[in-house]
Each structure stands twice: as structure tokens, then as C-alpha cells.
């Protein structure tokens, strides 16, 4: 199983990124996936999952309505959608394999929001 992180950068507050992890070694179509981000001095933070049953989305209230989890089965590829970014954003994205237990995880992109 692998899962590697990319799209992550430097942006000011007010801007978006668009985050993808590339999965393979494992039926990406059949498991839920999931976004955690880490900010410096912190623990982790759930960010968003989607889940394979029905396509449903979740999200932190920290980022509703700003952030967009999504998914290409064709392309075993996991996406989180950053608008309206703000500097409480700034941590390092990992995407997870899972809803709640996550087995797998990236290796992490960063995302830093100043000005």
C-alpha cells in the first residue's frame, strides 16, 4: 500500500490549493478515505473522509463550506479542494486510508497560509 501527497505549497490567506494523493497497492474503489492534517505543536486534526458507500463527504466544521473532498476511482486518486484559505489552515496534509482507524498513511504535503 502506498499513498503519496502532492499540491501543497505557499498561498495567502484568501487563496486555494488543491490537494491529491495518488493511492495504489490496495482496491482504492472499496475503502474510505480520509484527510488529517497536523499543525506545528499540535496533534492531528480530522479534516474530511469520503466514504466509498453512497459517496459521502464529512467534514470539520473548521473547514466546511471551504473545503471539497473528492474522489476518481478511475484514477485511484484522492483530492481536497482548499478555498478561502486562512492562516489557521497551515499544518502538514496527510491523506489516510479509513474513516475513523486509518491503516495507511502518506507521507504528508505541506500547506502554509501567510502573507
Known amino acids: 500500500v502506498q499513498l503519496v501527497e502532492s499540491g501543497g505549497g505557499m498561498v495567502q490567506p484568501g487563496g486555494s490549493l488543491r490537494l491529491s494523493c495518488a493511492a495504489s497497492?490496495?482496491?482504492?474503489?472499496?475503502?474510505?478515505m480520509t484527510w488529517v492534517r497536523q499543525a506545528p505543536g499540535k496533534g492531528p486534526e480530522w479534516v474530511s473522509t469520503s466514504k466509498t458507500a453512497g459517496g459521502s463527504t464529512f467534514y470539520a466544521d473548521s473547514v466546511k463550506g471551504r473545503f471539497t473532498i473528492s474522489r476518481d476511482n478511475a484514477q485511484n486518486t484522492l483530492y481536497l479542494q482548499m478555498n478561502g484559505l486562512k492562516p489557521e489552515d497551515t499544518a502538514l496534509y496527510y491523506c489516510?486510508?479509513?474513516?475513523?482507524?486509518?491503516?495507511?498513511w502518506g507521507q504528508g504535503t505541506q500547506v502554509t497560509v501567510s502573507s
Open positions: 497497492g490496495f482496491t482504492f474503489s472499496t475503502y474510505d
Open positions: 489516510a486510508r479509513g474513516r475513523t482507524r486509518y491503516d495507511y
